[in-house]
């Protein structure tokens, strides 16, 4: 500044600063991988700048649609910290997605990006048949372990002229870890075979096992055991007919007595 009077002049510097009001949005991460089925979270940091004091709010977008996206604080006013957890289901397929995590407040608007990752899960599964007179059990494994999740069990049996016989299908529930168990009395006696299946939340098979096969004997007491689970009448009714046959009986001796 300067000021002129009496033919002199004179001047002054003085420093004008002007502060800024902003705020920037941080992320813990540039990239983050994740394996189907599993979680994820980013933490996400809005630093204000200078004496920016206004409600900031946060969104994400480039979200894979059957993932699920959730900031722990969804809005604040800087400087404040927010957690964006991230679930990925075994449906969502393989590849790289940009997301982007936004702030706004009014028209001022910041994003950063992050690279999210999807690789497949290798499951694995393995079953083990056992046979105990009529009734067969199974046990299997899935791995890795990963709830909530059911096993598919498929049985089938076969003649003994080699053609198509009984399918059965059974769910089951994965412990926690990744073991599963069945058992039941078929309808038929002699070659079966059970295959294990774990299918995603849309339907899609993740992983199946191998092909297992064992063999029910037609045994008297197998036989037995089936008709007496199956159909009990057909036991039942012959005892009953006894029974009346006894009492017809007992009635006639009576009759004779007197």
């Known amino acids: 500044m300067s000021g002129t009077g009496g033919g002199l002049t004179r001047s002054v510097t003085a420093t004008l600063t002007i502060r800024e009001k902003d705020f920037k949005i941080v992320s813990s991460l540039e990239t983050i991988t994740v394996e189907q089925g599993d979680n994820a979270s980013i933490q996400v940091n809005v630093e ?119 399918t059965i299908i059974h769910e089951v529930n994965v412990n926690s870890d990744g073991s599963f168990s069945d058992e039941f009395y078929p309808k038929t006696l002699g070659e079966w075979y059970v295959k294990a299946i774990f299918k995603d939340n849309k339907g899609n098979i993740v992983a199946a096992s191998d092909i297992k096969y064992f063999t029910i004997e037609k045994t008297f007491i197998n036989e037995l055991t089936l008709l007496a689970i199956n159909k009990p009448l057909l036991l039942i009714l012959p005892l009953i007919a006894v029974i009346a046959a006894a009492i017809v009986g007992i009635k006639i001796i009576k009759k004779k007595k007197h």
């Open 48 to 166: 204000k700048i200078g004496d920016f004091n206004a409600p900031v709010s946060l969104t994400i977008s480039g979200v894979p649609s059957d993932v699920e996206a959730k900031f722990t604080v969804a809005s604040g006013v800087p400087s404040f910290s927010s957690t964006l957890n991230l679930n990925i289901p075994l449906s969502t397929p393989e590849g790289a997605y940009t997301l982007t995590i936004e702030g706004a407040s009014g028209e001022r608007i910041h994003s950063v990006k992050v690279t999210l990752n999807v690789k497949k899960k290798p499951f694995t599964l393995t079953i083990t048949p056992e046979v105990e007179g009529a009734k067969v059990k199974v046990s299997g494994i899935l791995t890795p372990p990963i709830q909530p999740a059911k096993i598919t069990l498929q049985y089938h049996s076969h003649t003994e002229e080699g053609e198509e016989g009984e």
